[in-house]
């Protein structure tokens, strides 16, 4: 059987490792947009946390299998369609993950000064679509509007110290900008209450510790707490109690000015604010703050909802970023999708009303998780093609030529497709001018200028 995977982030690489794994003949294809492969293991994970991206690792195994092929700089949906994918593969998947990031819809939000999180990400972890970003870092003061592990992300880029950030990939010209940064307090404010973060206890904590930087919480927010989180999960347990834990403590011996010198930056967490409206400066050029509406929570846990009191507050801050998660688009008029979701309608990974067809990672469940959630989840959908190949639901009969008949439609379209040993080329590049700097790699962030390297 010829399977094709469209998207080389974790979800298309875990679901080929274990196709070719658990099925000894089977061919496997992977398509890439990007000259480069990985997904939001190169553009997503954080420069700072490099043993994440130790599972590129796992992926170039795959890839170097002999039954694996990986055409990057194809775009499906426009260099090739998923219907004539069809006509070349006994199989589809879809796993292209979620390209957008959800709109926060208040008036404002498109003022200079405010950025998503998906392209300020994108833009210091070297994603080519966001390299013009050029974010205005000169104020004093940013509101993250999210309280997730990329909201806390951000705020670790924005406050890190320089000497820690010049040994990450983090690529050059954000270094650059954030040596110029102003940024002095990071406020890290979401709709509901400390029982509801979606954070996890390795970013709280390593916030906490960040050199040079405070944490400010207000014992207030948590009041009445300990007993409230009595019957939740442990992982939920043990980062509440790090929150009341970091709240409740006092500068021992030292005085605040004493503290303050010693850490001049701070970062806090606010909690039950919904941000209303963002708002102009004077001149009307750019954002100077937000407008939050105070919210109270009805019901409890991770179903409790944010129903505004009627109270609100405002803010000031020079840079707003919006961390309220990431979306997935269509792909092909071809291929059925649930807008309101944001994901491909399906069961098990199995498109719905369209044999053959199936889906991965994000855009099968929606932008939540991580990389060992999406391995699960894409492990699930071949195991459902799988069991379609031996029930016989799949029909294997006809021959397909893979990709021999999609190489000659995309020649015909002046389409190059970029192998992995042609990613490999681009990678040693990217490792040699990272030497040089003492990081780990130089990311390239022109597409064009990845080509020129493999004489495309």
């Known amino acids: 059987p010829r399977v094709c995977v469209v998207g080389s982030g974790p979800a298309g690489f875990y679901t080929a490792q274990h196709i070719l794994k658990h099925h000894g003949g089977a061919l496997v294809d992977i398509y890439e947009k990007l000259p480069v492969p990985f997904g939001l293991v190169r553009f997503g994970v954080a420069p700072d946390h490099p043993e994440v991206k130790n599972v590129t690792n796992t992926f170039t195994q795959t890839a170097r ?47 200079p000064g405010v950025y998503s999180a998906r392209a300020f990400v994108g833009w210091y ?24 592990n990329v ?14 950030l010049r040994k990450t990939d983090i690529t050059d010209s954000s270094l650059a900008a954030l040596a110029c940064s102003k940024v002095k307090y990071v406020w890290l404010v979401g709709r509901r209450g400390p029982l509801q973060v979606a954070f996890t206890i ?44 970091t709240a409740l403590e006092k500068p021992v011996k030292m005085q605040a000015a004493a503290a303050r010198a010693a850490a001049p930056r701070e970062w806090g967490l606010k909690f039950q604010r919904s941000p209303q409206e963002v708002l102009p400066s004077a001149d009307g050029r750019r954002a100077r703050g937000v407008r939050m509406a105070v919210t109270r929570l009805e019901g409890s846990g ?26 997935s688009l269509p792909l092909d008029p071809a291929v059925p999708f649930d807008s309101q979701r944001g994901v491909i309608p399906n069961s098990s990974g199995r498109v719905e009303g369209v044999p053959g ?23 699930d959908t071949a195991q459902s093609l799988l069991e379609d190949l031996q029930g016989g639901v799949l029909d294997i009969s006809p021959s397909r030529e893979g ?34 700097a003492g990081k780990p790699r130089e990311k390239i962030v022109d597409p064009a200028e990845m080509l020129r390297i493999i004489g495309h």
Not at 304 to 327: F, W
Request: net charge negative.
């Open 202 to 245: 390795k970013e709280l904590r390593e916030m906490i510790n960040l050199p040079g930087a405070r944490a400010v919480l207000d014992p207030a927010d948590f009041t009445g707490l300990e007993s409230a989180v009595k019957d939740a999960s442990r992982p939920r347990k043990r980062l509440t109690e790090l929150m009341i834990k």
């Open 357 to 379: 067809l199936y889906c991965s990672g994000w855009v099968k469940r929606g932008p939540t998780g991580v990389i060992i959630t999406t391995m699960n989840d894409s492990f």
């Open 403 to 436: 990709f021999g008949l999609v190489e000659s439609l995309l020649h015909s379209r002046g389409v190059r497709p970029v192998s992995f040993s042609d990613w490999e080329k681009i990678d040693a590049a990217e490792v040699a001018r990272g030497k040089a």
């Open 125 to 148: 972890n070297g994603l080519p679509e966001n390299q013009d970003l050029k974010p205005d870092l000169s104020c004093e003061t940013a509101l993250i509007l999210g309280h997730g």
């Open 151 to 164: 909201a806390l992300d951000i705020a670790r880029i924005l406050l890190s110290p320089l000497q820690l």
């Open 302 to 327: 991770d179903s409790a909802k944010a129903i505004p009191t009627g109270d609100v507050e405002e803010l000031e801050c020079g840079l707003v970023l919006s961390s309220i998660g990431y979306r």
């Open 65 to 111: 299998s002999g039954r694996c092929g990986f055409y990057g700089n194809v775009t499906v949906g426009r260099d090739v369609t998923v219907p004539e994918l069809q006509q070349a593969y006994h199989a589809v998947v879809l796993s292209y993950g979620a390209e957008d990031n959800r709109v926060l819809g208040i008036p404002g939000e498109n003022l």
